[in-house]
């Protein structure tokens, strides 16, 4: 069964103090693997994709990696207004649906000044 | 601005009753997927559709029904409701079917069953 798992639940930071958050990843094939941020009450909002182990991208004070198991998203320096929910997603290559995402619960970023 | 819209914002209603949530997808996009959001489960993929037919189904279910008009934008229909239907309803959309594009998300509607 394909399954995304996120950690930790929750993590919480010292402004400036730089930290990783997980994605472990099980499926049939990968067509991409994807990062949103989510503010309360808000829809997610689109960071990232990946396609394949090696990639990486940036934005700002984040950066995405992707390993065949697993995705890091790496905060440098992070600020108060970094806070939020974090989730990684993953599309599988098989299957009977087309397109959708599974998510992963979310990894809850607090950042205190 | 991810430019989905979705209407209502809040929707509070009884057990037994049925709603109507509405979502208009991005300029140009044609696939729209709706999904639930509940404290316990995540995000959870509900349906999806792409220029009008059903493409995918995910947990769904049989008391929730979908569709998407010749304009693109889609409805999901809730009826029958239950306590444990209060969520947070999104819905997403991209370009196309074939996976590689990323969805964008609309603000979402919060269902209160009461």
């Known amino acids: 069964e394909d399954q995304v798992t996120q950690s930790p639940e929750a993590l919480r930071l010292q402004e400036g103090e730089s930290s990783s958050l997980n994605c472990s990843y099980t499926?049939?094939?990968?067509?991409?693997l994807f990062w949103y941020r989510q503010d309360p009450g808000k829809g997610p909002e689109f960071l990232f994709t990946?396609?394949?182990a090696g990639e990486e991208k940036e934005k700002e004070r984040l950066k995405a990696t992707l390993t065949k198991k697993e995705s890091f998203l790496h905060i440098t320096a992070p600020k108060p207004e970094d806070s939020a929910t974090y989730l990684c997603?993953?599309?599988?290559?098989?299957?009977?649906?087309?397109?959708?995402?599974?998510f992963g619960k979310g990894t809850k970023l607090s950042v205190k000044p | 601005d991810s430019g989905v819209t979705q209407t209502p914002k809040h929707l509070i209603t009884a057990t037994g009753q049925r709603v109507t949530l509405r979502c208009s997808p991005r300029?140009?996009?044609?696939?729209v997927y709706w999904y639930q959001q509940s404290l316990d489960q995540g995000l959870q993929f509900l349906i999806q559709?792409?220029?009008?037919?059903?493409?995918a189904k995910g947990n769904i279910l049989e008391r929730f029904s979908a569709q998407q008009f010749p304009d693109l934008h889609s409805e999901l229909n809730l009826s029958s409701l239950e306590l444990g239907d209060s969520a947070l309803y999104f819905c997403?959309?991209?370009?196309?079917?074939?996976?590689?594009?990323?969805?964008?998300f609309g603000p979402g509607t919060r269902l209160t069953v009461l």
């Open positions: 997603a993953v599309r599988p290559l098989y299957g009977g649906s087309q397109g959708n995402l599974i």
């Open positions: 499926v049939s094939g990968l067509r991409g």
């Open positions: 559709y792409y220029n009008g037919e059903e493409r």
């Open positions: 990946l396609y394949s």
């Open positions: 300029s140009g996009d044609l696939s």
């Open positions: 997403a959309s991209t370009t196309g079917t074939s996976g590689h594009n990323e969805q964008f």
